[in-house]
């Protein structure tokens, strides 16, 4: 019964260089949601996808950050030319939602702790 | 746009006391959820309110749902040091999707044995 996993669970980038973060969700859940935590704060709230739909990305940053979700495979969190203020604690979580309308409870993976070096 | 505030950000306590950690939104909740983190872990569901003035207890943790559905409550009756972590209350956000959720800031809580 594996829960959500998160892989890598430490990755160290220098300046510039490119993080990918991967997800994969409670089996049978096709809703993921990505959050990010800085240190000693709540978690912020980036993106929310369906199974290869991004359904809200309001929380995401407007450049070098995308998500995906592809029909195959894990979800993807993607920063490009990561700068130091990228140094986080990413978390994915996912629910089953299968109606939008309900407030389903998400189930939280492990998260990728990003150092920028 | 929506906040959720929750008060104190640290409470420290010694073991057998009592613990509240409070949270206030500025709109009116469909449900309330509070998770905790353990240090260096992820959050871990706790519980979901729904009704307004609802009350639930599981062992020696009591949360509330306030009758306006702004504000909830997480009361932890003689604290162990097992209860040490950060508790988070968390609303959905609103809008065109309602996965996501909008969180508190989070009550650190640390228990001297």
Same mark, same amino acid.
């Given at each position: 019964n594996a829960g959500v996993m998160q892989n890598p669970r430490h990755l160290v980038r220098r300046r510039g260089q490119e993080a990918r973060l991967r997800c994969s969700p409670v089996? +049978?859940?096709s809703h993921v949601y990505w959050y990010r935590q800085l240190p000693e704060e709540g978690l912020k709230f980036m993106v929310y996808l369906q199974k290869e739909n991004i359904?809200?990305?309001?929380?995401?940053?407007?450049?070098r950050f995308s998500a995906e979700f592809p029909k195959e495979g894990p979800s993807i969190l993607r920063i490009q030319?990561?700068?130091? +203020?990228?140094s986080a604690a990413y978390f994915c979580a996912s629910s089953?939602?299968?109606?939008?309308r309900r407030q389903e409870t998400q189930y939280f993976g492990p998260g990728t702790r990003l150092l920028v070096l | 746009g929506q906040q959720v505030m929750q008060i104190p950000q640290y409470q420290h306590v010694q073991e057998g006391e009592d613990f509240t950690t409070y949270c206030n939104s500025s709109t009116t909740l469909s449900n309330i959820q509070w998770y905790k983190q353990r240090p260096g872990g992820h959050p871990v569901f706790l519980i979901q309110l729904v009704k307004s003035g609802e009350v639930k207890k599981q062992k020696r943790l009591t949360f509330q749902f306030g009758e306006a559905k702004k504000n909830s409550s997480l009361h932890i009756t003689?604290?162990?040091?097992?209860?040490v972590g950060t508790y988070f209350c968390a609303g959905p956000a609103g809008g065109?999707?309602?996965?996501k959720l909008t969180f508190g800031q989070g009550t650190i809580l640390t228990v001297h044995p």
């Open positions: 089996k +049978g859940h359904i809200d990305e309001s929380g995401m940053p407007k450049e030319q990561v700068v130091r +203020g990228d089953p939602s299968r109606d939008r | 003689a604290t162990q040091t097992t209860d065109t999707s309602y996965g």
